[in-house]
């Protein structure tokens, strides 16, 4: 069993950065991928990031690519979500995920925080 829990969301202009984190309990925390997504109400959840359990695997959302950087330290069972040059299309409710393989779709993944709201101002 994993918990998850995002921080760090929050309410930026357009072109400001945000970094947000994800704490997992559990000691396997290294035998997991790890994978950031989004969601806006009424939409589906959207693929943003995936990293190995080493950290030496990413991937990212065409998007976000060269905005985003999905990075994590598994000394302290957190990932982390840096954005950069947010945009007002980037506002949504980020969720991090725990699976067994770097998935891009939700249904990969076993376990799941319970969001952290990003809002970015135009």
């Known amino acids: 069993q994993v918990q998850l829990e995002e921080s760090g969301g929050g309410l930026v202009q357009a072109g400001g950065s945000l970094r947000l984190s994800c704490a997992a309990s559990g000691r396997t925390f290294s035998s997991y991928a790890m994978g950031w997504f989004r969601q806006a109400p009424g939409k589906e959840r959207e693929f943003v990031a995936a990293?190995?359990?080493?950290?030496?695997?990413?991937y990212y959302a065409d998007s976000v690519k060269g905005r985003f950087t999905i990075s994590r330290d598994n000394a302290k069972n957190t990932v982390y979500l840096q954005m950069n040059s947010l945009k007002p299309e980037d506002t949504d409710v980020y969720y991090c995920a725990a699976g067994r393989s770097t998935y891009r779709r939700p249904g990969g993944y076993d376990y799941w925080g319970q969001g952290t709201q990003v809002t970015v101002s135009s």
């Open positions: 990293i190995s359990g080493s950290g030496g695997s990413r």
